[in-house]
């Protein structure tokens, strides 16, 4: 929400440098006394949460890079020296590599709470798009932490993935092979491969660090969408962000991060594959190559198709079609909590989301392959027919007049409750 | 509110079906393909997570079976004799553990003259492999390579479950099942045929303890030995989340109090602005 700046420099120097780099006068206007509507609940305190994440994993990576060798004699090694020989390496180790995970638990929260909300309905599409692109950053950036270990699964991981390019050849025959090799640094998966790798991943948080900065400018032009997704009508129905959503994002971090800190201390290999503990060997491949798990959707997505370019396509549209998304959807309200049929098939699709992740964890054979495509096929449905059909076909539920309407009192509302009414009282939401 | 029903009734039937057909093709799997991983029984071990320690007398005797049984064929090459003294693991003491190094005879050099020579171990030494490389070993062991033990304890399903079930599960073939020449039926490995033969039999480990000597145990302490090899700061790291966990617990406490007497002040001027 634009509003006018209200910061009053007391100082001399604060005058100063007010003139000179107002960064002061932003602080205060944008962190300190932005207007933030009184409705969000704890759905809304991830940003917080994410944005800590990338800093922890920057700061546990930062240490663990000076102690690393991208090499590939020296990195499975390296690792264990971290483990056993470098004070609180274990710790930090542990912690990059739940927190890859604990990373990707939030983003998921945090875009389907955008998806469910409309908060990517205009004036917002710039916000989502980059959303988007960092999500996609993400991809990158914990494909390539993960071959850094150079255990059985980073290096099988890694052929299979670099591979996905070849299947340009069937499109310019020796595209896709000359394409691989150039990301290979040669003619297989090697210590080429694994510097470059290693070189990326230091590269790529900081570029998401770059998008998270206009992500939050986006965010901080129209303002928070809110449960209702109505607009603000008056400033009554904010309240400054500090001390009321700091306190508030503040301890909503702080019981993501016990769940994080109860895994890395008491179940750290949990997310982790077995597989991962046997050195890098390129001639014998594990029985069964499975990534990541918040890859695995997508993974079923790809084996869905029996095609490889065209899995290779479908992988890449799977996520990409979240950029059209402000599109797709003709709906004129933007929470889902007001729209009686899209509700259904909202939650259909987080179930499908669910699905095709443990899909993506089975051999690709059998009855798993058929739901797998029955899943693929729902999952772009979700885009391409229900999100443009529903919207225009649906009467939606009557909307409150203001955002503080269910904020004073639910019985205000006609009809029923909504699904996930903002709620007055903070501990009634915790 | 029709195509809402029907699609309802669609996902409803998709979703049902899909655990039954899924335990359908996993129970067809493990019949059609003898390669499935057998199931490991859990063993209750001194170190379960969340407040879990080693114990270092099984430690001792299980690096004691490592000694004389595995390490002629399998080597722990991230290991030094140092680690067998350190806090949190066998903690032998640092007399020795100068004794157990110095018993091994390591290669050293080139020395002023360029000769590589022998000299006894160091606590800072490696454990010394028992092969020089992996084309020895396998040529020593009928073609196969016995893997490095170091990680072992976290590089397989189940850990050191799976390591003592696979050690206590040497059994007779059933019948008709088609052994390998040179082959040991197992029932906790994969495919059930390992190139390692069973060399634990009761009594082949004299422990000096007071400890049964029963292949039972034997299996027991080398799989808790793995265990800490494989993760040595587990103590510490069990240590460090205790206090951890209460810091978090507390803070997260006051943090709550925190919010909700700011969120208060709201909730008076709400009252007003409502009156």
């Known amino acids: 929400m634009a509003h006018p700046s209200s910061y009053q420099p007391s100082t001399g120097i604060?005058?100063?440098?007010?003139?000179?780099?107002?960064?002061?006068?932003?602080?205060?206007?944008?962190?300190?006394?932005?207007?933030?509507?009184?409705?969000?609940?704890?759905?809304?305190?991830?940003?917080?949460?994410?944005?800590?994440?990338?800093?922890?994993?920057?700061?546990?990576?930062?240490?663990?890079?000076?102690?690393?060798?991208?090499?590939?004699d020296g990195a499975f090694d390296?690792?264990?020296?971290?483990?056993?020989?470098?004070?609180?390496?274990?710790?930090?180790?542990?912690?990059?590599?739940?927190?890859?995970?604990?990373?990707?638990v939030a983003v998921y929260i945090h875009a389907f709470r955008g998806l469910y909300y409309g908060s990517y309905k205009a004036p917002r599409e710039v916000l989502w798009i980059l959303g988007v692109l960092i999500l996609i950053l993400m991809i990158a950036t914990s494909f390539m932490g993960y071959s850094l270990p150079w255990g059985q699964m980073s290096f099988w991981a890694v052929t299979v993935i670099t591979n996905l390019f070849s299947s340009l050849d069937a499109v310019i025959p020796g595209l896709g092979t000359r394409l691989v090799e150039w990301i290979w640094?040669?003619?297989?998966?090697?210590?080429?491969?694994?510097?470059?790798?290693?070189?990326?991943?230091?590269?790529?948080?900081?570029?998401?660090?770059?998008?998270?900065?206009?992500h939050i400018w986006?965010?901080?032009?129209?303002?928070?969408n809110n449960p209702t997704g109505i607009d603000v009508k008056s400033p009554k129905?904010?309240?400054?962000?500090?001390?009321?959503?700091?306190?508030?994002?503040?301890?909503?971090?702080?019981?993501?991060?016990?769940?994080?800190?109860?895994?890395?201390f008491y179940a750290p290999n949990f997310?982790?594959?077995?597989?991962?503990?046997?050195?890098?060997?390129?001639?014998?491949?594990?029985?069964?190559?499975?990534?990541?798990?918040?890859?695995?959707?997508f993974y079923a997505i790809l084996r869905a198709i029996p095609n490889k370019l065209l899995g290779v396509a479908a992988l890449l549209a799977s996520i990409s079609i979240l950029f059209f998304v402000p599109w797709l959807d003709t709906s004129k309200v933007r929470s889902t909590s007001y729209r009686p049929i899209y509700k259904w098939f909202f939650w259909a699709f987080a179930l499908t989301c669910l699905a095709l992740g443990y899909l993506g964890s089975q051999p690709p054979g059998g009855w798993y392959l058929v739901f797998g495509r029955l899943f693929t096929l729902y999952y772009f449905a979700f885009f391409l027919v229900v999100m443009p059909v529903v919207g225009k076909l649906e009467k939606p539920r009557g909307l409150p007049g203001s955002i503080t309407e269910p904020v004073l009192g639910p019985e205000h509302v006609k009809g029923r409750p909504a699904r996930a009414p903002a709620k007055r009282k903070p501990e009634e939401v915790a | 509110m029709q195509p809402s029903g029907f699609s309802l009734a669609g996902a409803f039937a998709v979703l049902l079906a899909l655990p039954g057909a899924s335990l359908a093709e996993e129970a067809t799997g493990t019949q059609a393909n003898g390669n499935h991983a057998p199931e490991i029984a859990r063993q209750s071990w001194s170190?379960?997570?969340?407040?879990?320690?080693?114990?270092?007398?099984?430690?001792?005797?299980?690096?004691?079976?490592?000694?004389?049984?595995?390490?002629?064929?399998?080597?722990?090459?991230?290991?030094?004799?140092?680690?067998l003294g350190e806090p949190g693991g066998p903690e032998f003491s640092p007399k020795a553990v100068e004794v157990l190094a110095s018993q091994v005879q390591v290669s050293d050099g080139p020395n002023e003259k360029g000769e590589m020579f022998q000299r006894p171990a160091q606590p800072s030494d490696r454990f010394r492999s028992p092969f020089a490389n992996d084309q020895l070993a396998r040529l020593a062991n009928n073609g196969a390579l016995p893997p490095d033990l170091s990680v072992m304890a976290k590089a397989r399903p189940g850990g050191p479950d799976y390591i003592y079930a696979l050690l206590t599960g040497y059994h007779p073939a059933p019948q008709g099942f088609e052994l390998a020449q040179g082959m040991h039926y197992n029932e906790a490995f994969p495919g059930h045929q390992i190139a390692m033969p069973p060399l634990l039999s009761d009594g082949v480990i004299a422990y000096t303890d007071g400890t049964k000597p029963t292949v039972d145990n034997y299996a027991r302490d080398v799989s808790a030995y793995l265990m800490w090899a494989a993760e040595p700061k587990l103590e510490e790291r069990h240590k460090t989340g205790a206090r951890v966990m209460i810091f978090l617990i507390v803070f997260v406490v006051i943090m709550y109090l925190a919010k909700r007497t700011v969120w208060a002040r709201l909730k008076h001027s709400n009252a007003t602005h409502g009156a």
């Open chain 2, 47 to 83: 170190f379960t997570p969340p407040f879990g320690t080693f114990d270092n007398a099984q430690l001792q005797r299980g690096f004691q079976v490592y000694k004389e049984v595995c390490a002629s064929c399998h080597s722990m090459r991230l290991l030094s004799y140092r680690n």
């Open chain 1, 237 to 264: 129905e904010t309240v400054p962000f500090h001390p009321y959503y700091t306190m508030k994002d503040g301890f909503a971090l702080l019981v993501f991060i016990l769940v994080f800190a109860a895994v890395v």
């Open chain 1, 14 to 72: 604060e005058r100063w440098l007010d003139a000179r780099l107002p960064i002061m006068r932003v602080m205060h206007d944008q962190f300190m006394v932005f207007p933030t509507p009184r409705n969000l609940n704890y759905w809304w305190t991830f940003g917080g949460i994410l944005t800590f994440m990338l800093v922890a994993q920057i700061a546990t990576g930062v240490v663990l890079a000076m102690h690393y060798v991208p090499t590939e």
């Open chain 1, 185 to 214: 640094g040669g003619f297989a998966v090697g210590g080429p491969t694994l510097n470059r790798l290693y070189s990326l991943h230091y590269l790529f948080p900081f570029l998401i660090a770059g998008v998270v900065a206009l």
């Open chain 1, 78 to 104: 390296s690792v264990e020296t971290i483990m056993r020989d470098v004070n609180w390496g274990w710790l930090l180790r542990y912690t990059h590599a739940v927190g890859a995970s604990m990373f990707f």
């Open chain 1, 271 to 297: 997310v982790g594959h077995p597989d991962n503990y046997i050195p890098a060997n390129p001639l014998q491949t594990p029985p069964h190559i499975v990534p990541e798990w918040y890859f695995l959707p």
């Open chain 1, 218 to 224: 986006a965010l901080h032009i129209p303002g928070n």
